[in-house]
């Protein structure tokens, strides 16, 4: 079993649409979740973190279920320049805490 | 945020040659690491760059294919030795700043050929 689990994708929405991306981690001592973006032939890049409580920036949110390890992202009134893929990511406790990522899932937005 | 430069940022190399990496940060970090992105997947990271000392390698990763340098806490470089064309993929240096935040750098395309 992988350690973090992604719907591959693809995902194929009209603009203005609600998508919901789900992620499940294997380790329970896992401490630290992420959401990072990767664009075509770039480099990923952080979105945001993902905290217990539920986090919210703009048309983003981001929840965390540590009972069930599992971990979303819902984006709102989709744009085309969120057409990327959307990296579940997370880390292990420790002092070196490295960043364990899911396969990615694939949003394209469309006109 | 951190700003981190790779060169080069793409190459051709034949089987059986070696390619180093250079990555440079804008600032000093106490974290690097070395990424491999093989084409449609996701990262797997390859090895923790430490300063003064030995990198940390994941498992499926040897220092004698992957040699890493770190000389100060800007800079570091990977090598890919002895290439295959399974080496063909994207290489990515990151850092992780004083917020705890984890940067990457823009990659390096490397195909084997």
């Known amino acids: 079993r992988k350690e973090v689990e992604q719907d591959p994708g693809p995902f194929n929405v009209p603009e203005g649409a609600t998508v919901a991306f789900n992620c499940t981690y294997s380790n329970s001592a896992s401490q630290s979740f992420f959401w990072y973006r990767q664009d075509c032939r770039k480099e990923p890049k952080l979105l945001m973190s993902?905290?217990?409580s539920g986090n919210e920036d703009g048309r983003f949110t981001a929840q965390l279920n540590r009972a069930s390890q599992y971990i979303s992202l819902l984006i709102r009134d989709s744009k085309l320049s969120d057409s990327a893929t959307y990296l579940c990511v997370v880390t292990l406790s420790g002092s070196a805490r490295q960043l364990t990522f899911g396969s990615g899932t694939q949003l394209t937005v469309l006109p | 945020s951190a700003v981190i430069s790779q060169k080069p940022s793409r190459d051709i190399c034949q089987r059986g040659t070696s390619l180093t990496i250079q990555c440079q940060v804008d600032?000093?970090?106490?974290?690097m690491f070395w990424y491999r992105q093989q084409p449609g997947q996701s990262l797997t990271l390859i090895a923790t760059a430490n300063q003064g000392s030995e990198a940390t390698y994941e498992s499926g990763f040897v220092i004698d294919k992957f040699p890493i340098s770190r000389p100060n806490l800007t800079f570091s470089t990977l090598t890919v030795s002895n290439m295959s064309p399974e080496d063909s993929s994207i290489y990515l240096c990151s850092v992780r700043s004083s917020t705890d935040t984890q940067y990457f750098g823009p990659g390096t395309r490397l195909t084997v050929l």
């Open positions: 600032s000093q970090v106490t974290m």
């Open positions: 993902v905290y217990s």
